[in-house]
């Protein structure tokens, strides 16, 4: 090679290195982004959180870039023992973020080492904040994961109490998330780590104690079946004596109208018996007449026997009643 292309050479490998130590001393950082600047290694100045284009010295500083958004944390299921003995898997997720970039990038250097000691810290308090509690602490909840009172069935001393019979729900799935935040956000913020928020994504029953919760859970159906059941026969009985009073104390009122009638329509026949009497004699004689013959036909049927002596009125009308007429009887006087 001659002299001419030699110069050419390093003309171009030094506009080459120019460019890219005027490149090399710019790098521009996103509004997700943070960036630690490292020198040999080692963190140089503050983190850079500011979007936009920034300097460092080219060749021996290196850009490290950290994310600024929220991140998440997702557990595995694992299978914890509850305060009595019951086993559960528990699908815990959390969200969190980078509060201190220097600090996380100088202990835990990636999001990957920072995934793992998520996981032991978050997996460590989980476990703990679930054995301090019982079963029905975690898992009577509402939507808003607050506890469930059922006022339908019966709430027993503290403790697991005895089938059909709930024990009181003071905690509740809301607090034992707030107990695992807490205790965790403390460990974390070591390693510059803001722990965001942590949520029981779904709790599932060991298959060995399935059986126990399917008879606890048929018990108290059968326990609110039994109270519904005891309420109705309750209300039919009241309702059956209630129709029983309505219905005597209508026919009371109704046979008490029906003898003030009878006894005012009595009172008036009597009066007019009475007037008719004393006008006419021979009028009420013929009632009289009426009257008697009235008793006998209900008294005297076809197959009535009777015994009568001969001073009887009754022997003494069928004795006229077969006796010849031989003259007619006078008529009354007109009136």
Partial sequence: MNKRGCLWFVAVAGVIILFRAVLGCFYAVNQTEQVIVTQFGKPVGEPTTDPGLHLKVPFIQEVNRIDKRFLEWDGLPVAIPTRDKTYIH?????????????????????????????????????????????????????????????????????????IGVLPPIAFGRLKVEEEIKKEAAVKLAEFGVELLDVRLRRVNYNPDVLDRIYQRM???????????????????????????????????????????????????????????????????????????????????TKESTIVLSTDSDLFGLLKRANAKPTTAPPLAPAR
């Fill in 90 to 162: 528990v699908d815990t997720y959390a969200r969190w973020r980078i509060d201190d970039p220097k600090t996380y990038f100088v202990r835990l250097h990636d999001e990957r080492s920072a995934q793992s000691r998520l996981e032991d810290i978050l997996g460590s308090e989980t476990r703990n904040a679930i054995a301090k509690h019982d079963l029905i602490e975690i898992v009577r909840t509402d939507k808003d994961r607050k506890p469930v009172h059922d006022e339908t069935l019966k709430v027993g001393p503290v403790g697991m109490g005895t």
């Fill in 218 to 300: 048929i018990s108290e159906r059968r326990q609110i079946a039994q109270r519904f059941r005891s309420e109705g026969e309750g209300e039919a009985a009241r309702i059956a004596g209630q129709k029983e009073r309505d219905l005597n104390e209508i026919q009371s009122t109704a046979y008490r109208k029906v003898q003030e009638i009878r006894g005012e329509a009595d009172a008036k026949a009597t009066e007019i018996y009475a007037r008719a009497y004393t006008q006419n004699p021979q009028a009420a004689e013929f009632y009289g007449f009426l009257k008697s013959m009235e008793t006998y036909r209900k008294v005297l």
